[in-house]
């Protein structure tokens, strides 16, 4: 599991491992957003979850960060959101930068095959 507990002064929350089918059933409810942090390429060959955005990696700040003029408008800090990528390592890492920039809850779900093994469809 990972807990990350934020630096001092960070105001945002801190990154909890979830069950891949209890983010299938919270996404499908509307009631978080999936992110998927793979490269495009990954992604093309691969496919991604439905529903999910694409944010590769290396955007990931200036997509995410409510202070940034390319912020995503389906993004909010306070809405939950969880992260996969193919094997759960960089979206850990992911995670922990928008927890920093303030998301208040934020989930790892681990990587695409996680996802698609708790039931999660994936499109291409």
């Given at each position: 599991m990972f807990n990350f507990l934020r630096p001092s002064g960070a105001k945002g929350g801190h990154v909890e491992?979830?069950?891949?089918?209890?983010?299938?059933?919270?996404?499908?409810?509307?009631?978080?957003?999936?992110?998927?942090?793979r490269e495009g390429m990954e992604v093309k060959s691969s496919g991604k979850a439905k529903g999910a955005l694409h944010i590769p990696l290396a955007?990931?700040?200036?997509?995410?960060?409510?202070?940034?003029?390319?912020?995503?408008?389906?993004?909010?800090l306070s809405k939950p959101v969880a992260l996969y990528c193919a094997s759960g390592a960089r979206?850990?890492?992911?995670?922990?930068?928008?927890?920093?920039?303030?998301?208040?809850?934020?989930?790892?779900?681990?990587?695409?095959y996680d996802w698609h093994a708790a039931g999660g469809e994936v499109v291409r």
């Open positions: 491992k979830i069950d891949p089918k209890s983010a299938v059933a919270k996404a499908e409810a509307g009631e978080l957003v999936v992110i998927d942090v955007t990931l700040k200036m997509k995410c960060d409510p202070s940034s003029p390319e912020k995503l408008p389906e993004l909010d979206s850990a890492g992911a995670a922990q930068m928008l927890a920093q920039m303030g998301y208040e809850t934020v989930y790892n779900i681990g990587g695409l």
